[in-house]
């Protein structure tokens, strides 16, 4: 597993689960629920394109990147400590987004509180990923 696109994920997503936190925090109760469908919170930037909802999409290629290089790692014969658990957080670190990003469809309050909890799970399953590749991936 590449440490530093390891590192370049965690730290980006524990920033966007500052932002959403943040986004929830500040955000007017009178706002809540006021949001179109799949806006994620609404603050569209130009072009109608929510710039919290296009980091999540920047999150997820990382998260792919990150899934890549380790296929081909576990395609060349470097096999971690324990491969179960490592495939088991592997797959994790891909689905979880997919999954939060159907129920952060609403625009609710909650949404921004969710998809804070999303991006914090995400670091930390990569952490657990790093983790558990052991020493074959010096």
């Known amino acids: 597993m ?8 965690v730290l980006y997503a524990f920033a966007l689960a500052l932002w959403s936190a943040a986004h929830a925090v500040r955000r007017p109760r009178s706002a809540e629920g006021t949001e ?3 806006s994620a919170g609404g603050a569209e930037g130009a072009g109608g394109v929510d710039p919290r909802r296009a980091a999540l999409w920047v999150l997820q290629a990382g998260l792919v990147v990150q899934a890549a290089i380790e296929g081909v790692s576990l395609a060349t ?3 971690p400590d324990d491969l179960a658990t490592h495939l088991s ?3 994790a670190s891909l689905l979880l987004l997919p999954l939060f990003a159907v129920v952060l469809r609403d625009g609710r309050k909650s949404s921004s509180v969710l998809e804070a909890v999303a991006c914090a ?6 952490l657990r990923l790093q983790a558990t590749s052991g020493g074959a991936y010096a």
């Open 89 to 91: 957080y592997l797959v």
């Open 2 to 9: 590449s440490m530093p696109l390891a590192l370049t994920v």
């Open 77 to 79: 014969g470097r096999r």
């Open 36 to 38: 179109g469908a799949g």
């Open 121 to 126: 799970a995400v670091a930390v399953v990569t």
